[in-house]
T-cell receptor
């Protein structure tokens, strides 16, 4: 079946640097993508989303880029802070009830 | 504003015992509701979703079941727990074709 996967399971960055988390998806019909942040022991928290009619969307310190040609999604975090340490999931929509298919996640660790 | 509640927060149950996890949503009407399970260090696996009262769709065959007795109440149940049922159970809601919002989760340990 269709799936969403991540290129890297772990990512370590220095505090203040920019972080880039990548995601590949396989369902070319997906038209909605979301990034979630999950801190240990908590439920995932919505970060930012993007629809397939866009290539880029910016939020506060975060930017999501969508490349439909190669079916690639990325999350950029500017000036990474210790509070950004968490697991980051990408997800794509599927199904009539807007079921989300999640990737396996990337553990982001911010080094002091 | 909308809020989502799950209880209990943690649960330790023996193998073969029954299970009932509850999820309620406040501040919205006729939401889509979802149950996910997350194994340690892994992604989220969709178990059930519901688009309305009494309407349940199962994504993964297992010894779990779900029910939606009220518009904003979603219950996950089992008659006999297995060791493999251990995990972090997350409830989520969405409206129309928008993002899903997750509850705080229930940590279930089956011994």
């Amino acid at each position: 079946g269709e799936s969403v996967g991540l290129h890297l399971p772990t990512l370590s960055v220095q505090e203040g640097d920019n972080s880039i988390i990548n995601c590949a998806y396989s369902n070319s019909a997906s038209d909605y993508f979301i990034w979630y942040k999950q801190e240990s022991g908590k439920g995932p928290q919505f970060i930012i989303d993007i629809r397939s009619n866009m290539d880029k969307r910016q939020g506060q310190r975060v930017t999501v880029l969508l490349n439909k040609t190669v079916k690639h999604l990325s999350l950029q975090i500017a000036a990474t802070q210790p509070g950004d340490s968490a697991v980051y999931f990408c997800a794509e929509n599927s199904g009539s009830a807007r079921q989300l298919t999640f990737g396996s996640g990337t553990q982001l660790t911010v080094l002091p | 504003s909308q809020t989502i509640h799950q209880w209990p927060a943690t649960l330790v149950q023996p193998v073969g015992s029954p299970l009932s996890l509850e999820c309620t949503v406040e501040g919205t009407s006729n939401p889509n509701l979802y149950w996910y399970r997350q194994a340690a260090g892994r992604g989220l696996q969709l178990l059930f979703y519901s688009v309305g009262i009494g309407q349940i769709s199962s994504e993964v065959p297992q010894n779990l079941s779900a029910s939606r007795p009220q518009d904003r109440q979603f219950i996950l149940s089992s008659k006999k727990l297995l060791l493999s049922d251990s995990g972090f159970y997350l409830c989520a809601w969405s409206v129309q074709y928008n993002e899903q919002f997750f509850g705080p989760g229930t940590r279930l340990t089956v011994l």
